[in-house]
């Protein structure tokens, strides 16, 4: 699966799901963690818990398993590690707390609405 697909599974599932405010940020060039960071969050501890496993579910249903997680017994904010992409799913709080746009604010922003864009 190539990042692309990773990307669009993910952005449509965490929109599917009602997520708040999603980007996307392009650290290729910044960082060896990573190619991408995904960044939403939820309303409710509830909310950001369901954002985090339609993420993973989404992309366990096409064969992709994260590499490492966090968060997944009860947090505030779940991360999902796919080597290439790292989805970051807070509570809003800890995500205005964290403000994780703001330290890799060196990043390109991909606009999330071409993910979600039906091909014709």
């Known amino acids: 699966m190539t990042t692309e697909e990773k990307i669009r599974e993910i952005v449509r599932g965490l929109d599917a799901k009602r997520a708040e405010d999603i ?20 309303t409710s501890t509830t909310h950001t818990k369901t954002l985090a ?16 997680k966090e968060g997944m017994g009860g947090s505030n904010w779940y991360i999902l590690d ?31 609405a071409q993910f979600l864009e039906v091909a014709e």
């Open 82 to 112: 796919y080597s290439d992409v790292i989805v970051h799913v807070f509570y809003q709080e800890m995500r205005s707390f964290y403000r994780l746009e703001q330290l890799w604010a060196d990043a390109e922003e991909i606009d999330p």
């Open 53 to 68: 496993e339609e993420a993973e579910f989404r992309l366990s249903q096409l064969g992709v398993e994260p590499a490492h």
């Open 23 to 42: 980007r996307i940020l392009k650290i290729t060039d910044l960082t060896v963690l990573g190619d991408y960071f995904i960044i939403a969050n939820g």
